[in-house]
């Protein structure tokens, strides 16, 4: 075997018992190298099932030849290919759209216990290096592409990431590879286009070694926010105490031991919470934060990022996203008591033992309303939820029954969601909050 081989088959060596192995394949140099190489090595080793993925982006009118290409390579090794047309959606970022698409299909495509394996190499990683840098990118950005991370139900491995792509350009023409040349390449507009065509041969000239030495730093950098996370899930394992209100299914943390750390602990707490939630903020938007913090004691501050919110309230922080910042559609009439009730864009409702008589309808706060509550008479709804200390934003998403005009119970509320004899109880299932994303 090459050396290019033997270094691929160590880096794949974790997922020898994978399910599947997935290529990548854009026909481009570094995917055709890596499905060559996987498709030779596969004769003397045991191997998952391997096949190839082609993304065609309907971008320009050259990309409509490459899927017949692909399948041509694909069929000469014996390997299956799959071509999955995406539609790239308009914005400022063609590259980041394009890349947005591909990624979602790759996404679909990989189940569970498999691997989705992508070409990129030591040269690609130096680029991401110094395109980062160049935005102003913190230990996380710097750190560049890993080299694996989880992707969908499955796992994304680049296990070229340590070789040079002149590496690869002799082993493609050792072995008289063709490839697709993408035009848009050559466009100096697209900003990774301009590192690699106008920044790095000058760098190059001059320090030789310059993308080796950047993909090390790289690593370095990831490294460094492995032990950041470390440190983040420490200063988070205090925080995040069981709430009174967890039946709300939010992601919550304890304000306190968060505020008691430094200003920087406190962000990479933060971050390290909030990136499984949504995009993180960049560092001008931190300034949400503090303020969110340092309100009054009183104060019920709203910190809004790109995909959802997060809210203070009860001495803890609540993130909010997807359908808990919509209004749920109200009245909703309850027909048959004896079954759940799907309430639109806010979960789900039922009743526990034996249901009431009467005219059932599900509605939500609007403020005035009234309730009989046993042993103390007629109370507004209002001074009911003060005393339960329930977060403002979950009130006007609380399920209140209504039975002839007249509201019998409060959703999940000790004290005001069953009758006064106790033969029923109302319990809900709050809606998610997520983004509507895997």
């Not at 691929?8 to 026909?27: M, Q």
């Not at 505020?259 to 300034?287: C, E, F, K, M, V």
Request: hydrophobic fraction near 45%.
């Amino acid at each position: 075997m090459s050396n290019l081989s033997i270094q691929l088959l160590k880096a794949l060596e974790p997922w020898r018992n994978a399910r599947a192995w997935h290529v990548a394949f854009s026909g481009g140099l570094d995917s055709t190298v890596l499905l060559h190489l996987l498709a030779q090595l596969r004769q003397i080793h045991s191997l998952p099932p391997l096949s190839a993925i082609h993304v065609h982006h309907g971008l320009q009118a050259a990309a409509d030849a490459w899927p017949a290409h692909c399948q041509a390579l694909c069929d000469a090794l014996g390997v299956p290919l799959q071509v999955v047309r995406v539609h790239v959606q308009a914005g400022a970022s063609l590259e980041r759209a394009a890349r947005d698409a591909r990624y979602q299909a790759f996404v679909a495509l990989t189940q569970a216990q498999e691997v989705l394996l992508t070409g990129q190499h030591r040269d690609d990683q130096a680029e991401t290096f110094l395109f980062r840098l160049l935005r102003g990118a913190g230990v996380s950005g710097l750190a560049a592409m890993p080299h694996q991370r989880r992707l969908g139900e499955g796992d994304l491995c680049r296990p070229l990431l340590d070789v040079p792509r002149a590496h690869l350009e002799a082993y493609a023409q050792e072995h008289n590879l063709s490839w697709i040349e993408d035009p848009s390449n050559a466009r100096t507009d697209f900003s990774r286009n301009y590192l690699r065509h106008e920044i790095f041969p000058l760098l190059t000239r001059r320090w030789p070694q310059a993308a080796a030495s950047m993909a090390r730093s790289a690593s370095h950098c990831a490294e460094a926010q492995g032990l950041l996370d470390e440190l983040a899930r420490q200063d988070l394992q205090e925080a995040g105490s069981v709430s009174e209100f967890d039946w709300l299914g939010l992601p919550s943390l304890e304000l306190a031991p968060i505020t008691s750390l430094s200003p920087a602990r406190q962000r990479n707490a933060l971050r390290h919470w909030l990136a499984a939630l949504g995009r993180l903020p960049d560092t001008d938007h931190w300034a949400g934060w503090d303020a969110l913090r340092d309100a009054r004691a009183d104060a019920q501050p709203v910190w809004k990022l790109a995909e959802g919110q997060l809210h203070r309230a009860g001495g803890r922080i609540w993130w909010l996203a997807g359908d808990w910042l919509r209004q749920p559609i109200a009245p909703v009439q309850w027909d048959n008591p004896l079954l759940p009730l799907a309430l639109p864009g806010n979960g789900q409702l039922q009743l526990l033992g034996q249901a009431p008589g009467g005219s059932l309808q599900v509605r939500y706060r609007q403020g005035g309303e009234v309730m009989a509550v046993k042993n103390r008479g007629h109370r507004d709804l209002k001074r009911l939820l003060n005393e339960q200390g329930l977060p403002l934003f979950a009130r006007g998403r609380l399920p209140l029954l209504y039975v002839n005009e007249q509201l019998l119970a409060v959703a999940n509320l000790p004290g005001l969601d069953c009758s006064p004899c106790g033969r029923w109880q109302l319990q809900w299932l709050p809606t998610k909050s997520d983004q509507g994303l895997s």
